[in-house]
């Protein structure tokens, strides 16, 4: 059998989802997990059954209902299991596990860098020591990089922003590690963690867009994370903006990130007179704690508010109403360093995108969700659980053997070997 074609038969996927599910979302109706999975109530009442049978899941309580047959949640019966999520960037990793729920249960910041030839070693150094330190079974690791991936499974990374070319990430993770290891954009992770933990659960169809150091942009479509012909979708920070402009470290000129990412803003609060150019950082890791002092200087002065946090508003809002005017999701949501500042950029990016979107979708929704360190890292590991309801067979060979853990965990199982 060839082990990385097409992955499961949805036969054998049904239970896994149903197992990744309770486990991510805590105990669901059989109404409610047939409609979060897209599936008649009739297969999850005969996979309830069967998981019920070999002690992995057990009904809880009734519930009281309005009326109708009352109906009881199936609940997790083992999984004490976690999954670890690393996030890479040029100068550390952020790693962290948390339980199936999204609950992190721990977290590192290690310095890294990815010129070293032993770069991959190195990671996996750090990888091993957070494996080490989880007292659970772990479902596998996600790694979250920036830049465009082959696909989850292969893991081979083309990134530019932290110079990796062809980077053979996930073959050399697997063998160091020895746990199921998926790759993927790591702003496409985050589109997948608010398919677990977050939009998800109300939306199919939907944009991600990140703002910080990078502007970056996750598509999800019916529910889908759409990747493009091979990995490189939603590269909105190279969305082109305005013709001529300044260049940006691929070579273009005028693009969405060269205007409004952290080192386009700077660049603007210098042209612009509200900043000394000799304040200006001269590290890119400088570059997020210089916009939080030019944001203190913003909330007492507003005509620094407005030329550069409103301005950067607008120019993000108009890029995300063309993106809904060509795709026509249902919702927005923003995350990021940058939303640190969202205050200040809000009444911007309103005016912006509601100006340009067509007069049906003018009252679109958008979420910004609150934003903390960990989330980049926590949108890695998602990977893994979402891997469990993988109905196109994205995450291939990797994902089945998740799937076998998951269930070994379940069942009560420690350990499944890779
Ligand atoms: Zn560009």
């Not at 059954?49 to 009326?67: C, T």
């Not at 991936?149 to 697997?174: F, K, Y």
């Not at 150019?277 to 005509?303: G, H, K």
């Amino acid at each position: 059998m060839n082990k990385t074609a097409s992955g499961s038969r949805p036969s054998d996927l049904l239970p896994a989802s149903v197992l990744g599910l309770l486990g991510a979302r805590g105990p669901m109706t059989r109404t409610e997990l047939a409609a979060a999975l897209r599936v008649s109530p009739a297969s999850i009442t005969q996979v309830g059954k069967d998981l019920m049978s070999r002690g992995m899941v057990a009904e809880l309580g009734q519930l009281a209902s309005g009326g109708g047959r009352p109906a009881r949640p199936l609940s997790l019966v083992g999984s004490a299991a976690q999954i670890v999520g690393v996030k890479v960037a040029a100068s550390h990793l952020a790693v962290v596990a948390a339980k199936l729920d999204g609950t992190v249960t721990l977290t590192r910041t290690e310095p890294f860098d990815v010129t070293r030839p032993d770069a991959l070693d190195l990671a996996a150094r750090a990888m091993r020591a957070v494996l080490e330190a989880v007292d659970a079974p772990v479902l596998g690791v996600g790694v979250g990089v920036p830049g465009s991936v082959d696909s989850l499974e292969s893991g081979v990374a083309d990134s530019p922003t932290i110079g990796w070319h062809n980077a053979q990430i996930g073959a050399a993770l697997r063998q160091k590690l020895g746990v199921p290891v998926l790759v993927e954009n790591d702003v496409n992770a985050l589109a997948v963690a608010e398919q677990v933990y977050g939009v998800g659960r109300r939306y199919s169809t939907y944009l991600v867009v990140t703002i910080g150091r990078g502007i970056g942009c996750g598509i999800v479509i019916d529910g889908q994370v759409y990747r493009g012909a091979d990995g490189g979708a939603g590269e909105l920070g190279h969305f082109p903006m305005v013709e001529g402009g300044q260049p940006c470290p691929y070579g273009h000129s005028g693009c969405l990130e060269s205007l409004i990412g952290s080192s386009g803003l700077i660049r603007r609060a210098v042209e612009a007179g509200f900043w000394a150019a000799d304040e200006t950082p001269t590290r890119p890791d400088d570059e997020l704690a210089a916009i939080r002092r030019l944001a203190a200087r913003a909330a007492t002065d507003p005509v620094l508010a407005e030329g550069l946090f409103g301005w950067a508003g607008r120019w993000l809002g108009t890029a995300a109403a063309g993106l809904v005017n060509l795709l026509n999701p249902e919702t927005v949501v923003i995350l990021g360093e940058g939303t640190a500042q969202w205050e200040l950029w809000e009444a911007g990016f309103e005016h912006g995108f509601r100006s340009k979107l067509m007069a049906a979708r003018r009252s679109l929704p958008y979420v910004v969700d609150p934003w903390d360190e960990d989330k980049w890292a926590l949108g890695a590991a998602a990977l893994v659980i979402a891997s469990s309801f993988d109905k196109d067979g994205a995450t291939g060979y990797q994902g089945e053997l998740v799937r076998e853990r998951l269930s070994g965990a379940a069942a009560g199982r420690t350990r499944t070997e890779v």
